[in-house]
């Protein structure tokens, strides 16, 4: 069974569109999270929710939107595409660990490529 | 702020001999973890490996181990026995306990010679 999925794996659009990614988790995580990998595989973090509250929001355009209907699920709607927005985006979750520092599993990426 | 830097953009192993990947960190936090992470040329992010900031042992997970010197912040992944499937890019990250977000390296590529 995938822990964590993500919809769609690929995704190429035109400047300009509006298109949305979406992640499940089914391993019972409370905490789930938004990175985007960029062409030189740097990975940094967007968002991060916990029980469908934002807590982490890391300075990222606010043409990105997420969403988090329920604890198992966390969408990212992104506006009006532009060329930059090409990455990889990973969606990831996590369970607490010891001290409280939490080990953190990821989807499969979505490729995202705007022409 | 934290930070993590692996200053080895690429690397090389002959199949079943031992390899060790750098990481350095930093950060005013007592307490953080420390993870790493293998991405094959298929994409996906696996874990491998977690070092708790309080662990007195080092972590080890099958053929990885991780070189935890908390004194000089480091905290060196080594894989034993190279297999050819070892060949990937591999992340060294921290996380404190406050939020969890991950910060990662620049990666190291492993590549892994018959």
């Known amino acids: 069974d995938t822990a964590v999925s993500q919809t769609p794996k690929y995704l190429v659009t035109q400047m300009g569109n509006d298109k949305s990614i979406k992640c499940e988790q089914n391993?019972?995580?409370?905490?789930m999270y938004w990175y985007k990998q960029d062409s030189k595989k740097f990975l940094k973090i967007m968002f991060s929710?916990?029980?469908?509250?934002?807590?982490i929001n890391e300075t990222v355009p606010n043409r990105f939107s997420p969403k988090s209907p329920d604890k198992a699920h966390l969408n990212l709607h992104i506006n009006s595409l532009e060329l930059g927005d090409s990455a990889v985006y990973f969606c990831?979750?996590?369970?607490?660990?010891?001290?409280?520092?939490?080990?953190?599993?990821f989807g499969p990426g979505t490729r995202l490529l705007v022409l | 702020a934290q930070k993590i830097t692996q200053t080895q953009p690429g690397m090389f192993v002959q199949e079943k001999e031992a390899v060790t990947l750098d990481c350095t960190y930093d950060?005013?936090?007592?307490?953080?973890?420390l993870f790493w992470y293998k991405q094959p040329s298929s994409g996906e992010m696996i874990f491998l490996i977690y070092?708790?900031?309080?662990?007195?042992q080092n972590a080890t997970e099958g053929r990885y181990s991780l070189n935890f010197q908390k004194a000089r912040k480091s905290a060196n992944l080594v894989i034993s026995a190279s297999q050819l499937g070892d060949s990937a890019m591999y992340f060294c990250a921290m996380t404190d306990n406050q939020g969890g977000k991950l910060i990662f390296g620049q990666g190291t590529e492993l590549s892994v010679k018959p």
């Open positions: 990831a979750s996590s369970r607490p660990g010891l001290a409280g520092v939490e080990t953190q599993y």
């Open positions: 929710y916990n029980n469908k509250e934002l807590i």
């Open positions: 950060t005013s936090d007592p307490s953080y973890g």
């Open positions: 070092q708790g900031s309080y662990d007195q």
């Open positions: 391993l019972g995580h409370d905490t």
